[in-house]
């Protein structure tokens, strides 16, 4: 079937590391998208990707990378700058001239 | 800039009644509006958009919104909820360009009492 994926489901970081959340999508999506959700704030766009090799900031992208070699995958990396990582994670995808966005199921991030 | 405002956090009901979720939105273009359904630790799902046209537009699961340009809202109806209705429900906007990103309002956590 057709979709994105997400992985893993649930993260544990300890405070200082870097950890990378997974995002593949085989739906031939040109742009993918990383939102993070934090209760009562709704969803706030970390960083964007519209074609391969390219990426824009987001709302909220300090102590967040992300890289996009290739069409189908999209990895967000949450540095050790962030703050305060603790979030639920969202990765979605686009097609060119499309107005729908799909969603991946999410990863879990806590900092412990 | 497009900006959503979602005027209730939650919203209790009884099942069988009717519920309507409020979203107001404020944008300096043309946009396309969305609702997306959340339930526990799980992506969104789209349960309708307007685009253009007719202003009510159907959705999924019996739910319904109504685009009013005039008082910038697209608030979303059922008539009669389910226990199974029970999920964060979402309100966005994008700009109608190519490209244009998703904002989000921050969310209605519909509860459906027994």
Known sequence: D???TQSPKY????????????????????AMYWYRQDPGQGLRLIYYSQIVNDFQKGDIAEGY????????????????????????YLCASRNRGSTEAFFGQGTRLTVV | AQSVTQLDSQVPVFEEAPVELRCNY???????LFWYVQYPNQGLQLLLKYLSGSTLVKGINGFEAEFNKSQTSFHLRKPSVH????????????????????????????????
């Open chain 2, 83 to 114: 226990i199974s209705d029970t999920a964060e429900y979402f309100c966005a906007v994008s700009g109608v360009d190519a490209g244009n990103m998703l904002t989000f309002g921050g969310g209605t956590r519909l509860m459906v009492k027994p």
């Open chain 1, 65 to 88: 990378s992300v890289s996009r070699e290739k069409k189908e995958s999209f990895p967000l990396t949450v540095t050790s700058a962030q703050k305060n990582p603790t979030a639920f």
């Open chain 1, 2 to 4: 057709g979709g994105i």
């Open chain 1, 11 to 30: 993260l544990f970081r300890k405070e200082g590391q870097n950890v990378t959340l997974s995002c593949e999508q085989n739906l031939n999506h040109d």
């Open chain 2, 26 to 32: 404020s944008s300096s273009v043309s946009v396309y």
